[in-house]
């Protein structure tokens, strides 16, 4: 999840409706003079035009009036997000309220369903913002602030032996096939900025939210192409084969390296590879591994970096 999302900015007259979700409490007007329920805040009521509104509490039972899926993220934070379920709901008090559907299916949703509130966490500040979910769901599951946490390597089944002057077996490893992919990491802010303080590389494309969601291409911020790269020791591979017989092992540099698309803060990464080449050479046995890293969704990869890995006996 992105750290980076533009967030509601609550005005002197909205700013009830926005506390209160806080508080878990759905919180929208009514006017005292007509008992017209009114949605979005305002000063007046649209149907008397009377100044006399009170904010009170409803239960939030709705049913779906329109949606639509996205899977164009609008800016690049909310790729992890995608895709979207957008919609507009009526409350039982007949007032609509744009919002995002979670927890469901789009094989679920049904023009007219009935809905919940889900007062869902969006930041460690305790900011909350309604989306809505179908009754027979989790809701109060569906409210926690995502986890920012890697997701574990899943299990692997034993790997194949293969020793280092073995050449034919080595052989058999070279293959356009990738491998499966690895388990996700999470790029967030938090990450980044850590990242650009030990590395000295604080350019504002990196480090800057609001500058890069205005002036960057990208529409926000973009991990440093270094980082995504060394993050690769994160992501398990599941190879299917492990060399045998040597006593060192190095990284030896890669052939080739390349940046093709750029990680948003707040994307989540994972990698396969291929064994590009073998070579058995006097000082020992090198591998070159292709490995390339994605945003999770995404065709085009991230980093393309050809590993050279020396097996030395």
Known sequence: MSNNKPMP???QISAPFWEGLKARRLLIQQCNACAHWNFYPRRHCP????????????????????YTVTRIATLPDFMDEMPQKLAVVELAEGVRINTNLVGLEENEIEIGMSLQPVFAEVDAKGTRLLRFTGVDKDAAGLEP???QDSEPAPEQPPARQIDLNDGPALQSLVSEQYSDWSNVVVVD??????????????????????????????????????????????MKLALGFE??????????????LRFPAPVPAGSR???????????????????????????????????INDLVILYMA
């Open 47 to 66: 149907v008397c035009l009377e100044h006399d509104l009170a904010w009170r509490e409803v239960d939030g039972a709705a049913t779906l009036y329109s």
């Open 189 to 234: 802010q938090a990450l980044i900025d850590d990242f650009a303080r030990l590395s000295g590389d604080d350019y504002w494309i990196h480090t800057d939210p609001e500058k890069a969601r205005l002036q960057s291409p990208f529409g926000g911020t973009i991990a440093h192409g270094a980082l995504v790269q060394v993050l690769q020791s994160r």
């Open 145 to 147: 602030l995502p986890a």
């Open 269 to 303: 990464i994972h990698s396969r590879a291929r064994v590009k080449k073998v070579e058995i050479l006097t000082r020992g046995t090198q591998l070159t591994l292709e490995l390339n890293i994605h945003v999770v969704g995404q065709d085009r990869p991230s980093v």
């Open 243 to 256: 060399i045998s017989g040597f006593t060192t092992q190095i990284n030896y540099g890669s052939d080739r």
């Open 9 to 11: 900015v609550a005005t």
